[in-house]
């Protein structure tokens, strides 16, 4: 992978027909990537995806990210040889432990080993070596492989991960770790020395939220961030969050008011979990990330006040901004 790209990253809520829409027109404006969030009870991620791949001819597509718990390693492969056969060759495969599973009563043991033993697990069907596979987690008898031919004997794996063990465990078997929902340049060093590694790319991505009506754009980032400030906030070292904030942010979502918790959230407090407001001020928070050292950049949903306008923005003004020496 080219150092500093630029992603689009979909929530799995649209009609069909959108999804290859907004696909089309993010490769037309340059992205070099599109994924789709495999979330708790939203549309899986595969049938957005096979959308997309139908509309696309260059970018690389990709789940951010299916997990071992709720889906079986040989059901994770079945996925991706598809979106590669369907994508003639495009496909990356984006594993992690997931969240909120327990609301369905999965429970989620030993995160680094399922993971890892997922990838493994994979990489022998997608690569025709029916030599069986012995994990602590998983099994594969010796003889058992695809009954049919995939594109490709391997595809990019992309870890998602906050913590010390999970991103190490990115820069020992993986091309790419993705840090989700932040947008904190300051977390990129302690995150690359989690990675222990130059080889693998460190993917950011955040809600993302343009318009030319910089404050409109920054209060829907504000209503997008409350809803997990509480899951991602605890995880990052380098922010103290006001005394009390995360308390008035939980009362306000229990009681049916998201846009009353967004508007408490501070501007500094934002600008570490969102990407928003004017062309502008995206295009200068996406140049400290570069310089920061991120290697990808994913601009996640819901993009502007409507996804078609957000992408248009960012292909169109956001993009150009972003000079040669910033995104090669």
Known sequence: MSLRQIGLAFQSDKAPGTYARLAAAGEAYGVDMLGVYGDLMFQPPLGPLLEMAGATSRVALGPVCLNPYSLHPYEIAGQIATLDLVSEGRAFLGLARGAWLTDVGVDQPEPIK???????????????????????????KPGVQLHYRPERESVPLLIGGWGPKILALAGRIAAEAKVGGTANPELVPTMRARLGTEEAALVIGAVTVVDDDGAAARALARTEVAGY????????????????????????????DPQGAGRIIPDEVLDRFA??????QVATHVATLFEAGVDRVELGTPHGLSSDRGIELIGSK?????????RP
């Open 114 to 140: 399922h993971v890892a033993e997922s990838a493994a697990y994979v990489a022998k069907l997608l690569a025709g070596d029916d030599s069986g596979f012995e994990g602590e987690v998983f099994r594969l």
């Open 229 to 256: 400030l509480a899951v991602v906030a605890e995880f990052d070292p380098t922010t103290e969050l006001p005394p009390g904030l995360m308390t008035e942010v939980r009362l306000k979502l229990e009681a049916g």
């Open 275 to 280: 990407i928003s407001g004017t062309p502008e």
């Open 318 to 326: 956001v993009l150009p901004m972003l000079s040669e020496t910033q």
